[in-house]
């Protein structure tokens, strides 16, 4: 990029030197053909510069994939690898989960079973002494005042 703009500065130069001859010097349309033409040969000259430049980055870039590809497929076999290797260990993981959640919903059914039971059996023996006591009170009342609690 450098080299180019070097010489489009020497060229710029030039031409500002070719056409500062004194008018006089060559006829009008002697300088305007001249200029014309080394406007031309500039143009052409920054063109050849400019494929040869594209064509050589085209070229390293070429050459840098090439360069690199083997440690690019290297790269993506190790994190392929690891990769399944992460899938497994989270599928192991999710397969203890399962088996904790499964164990614990038995478990949870089972105490809510045991509760329920519990709590029939509590239910079924305080109507079991109410009626006892209202049995009690039945027999040893003396008078059909209320007893005082």
């Known amino acids: 990029m450098r080299f180019c703009l070097a010489g489009l500065g020497v060229t710029l130069t030039?031409?500002?030197?070719?056409?500062?001859?004194?008018?006089?010097?060559?006829?009008?349309?002697?300088?305007?053909?001249?200029?014309?033409?080394?406007?031309?040969?500039?143009?052409?000259?920054?063109?050849?510069?400019?494929?040869?430049?594209?064509?050589a980055a085209a070229q390293a870039a070429r050459g840098a994939i090439d360069d690199?590809?083997?440690?690019?497929?290297?790269?993506k076999s190790d994190l392929t690898a690891q990769m399944e290797t992460f899938r497994a260990l989270l599928n192991e993981?999710?397969?203890?989960?399962?088996?904790?959640?499964?164990?614990?919903?038995?478990?949870?059914?089972?105490?809510?079973?045991?509760?329920?039971?519990?709590?029939?059996?509590?239910?079924?023996s305080a109507l079991e002494a109410l009626d006892r006591l209202q049995d009690w009170l039945e027999q040893n009342a003396v008078s059909d005042e209320p007893i005082p609690v």
């Open 93 to 124: 993981q999710k397969a203890r989960f399962d088996m904790i959640g499964e164990d614990a919903a038995a478990k949870f059914d089972t105490w809510t079973q045991a509760a329920v039971e519990s709590w029939t059996e509590m239910h079924r």
């Open 68 to 75: 690199n590809k083997n440690k690019i497929d290297d790269i």
């Open 14 to 55: 030039a031409i500002l030197l070719l056409t500062a001859v004194p008018v006089s010097a060559k006829p009008a349309q002697s300088q305007d053909n001249t200029l014309h033409q080394e406007l031309e040969s500039f143009a052409a000259a920054l063109k050849a510069h400019s494929e040869r430049a594209m064509a």
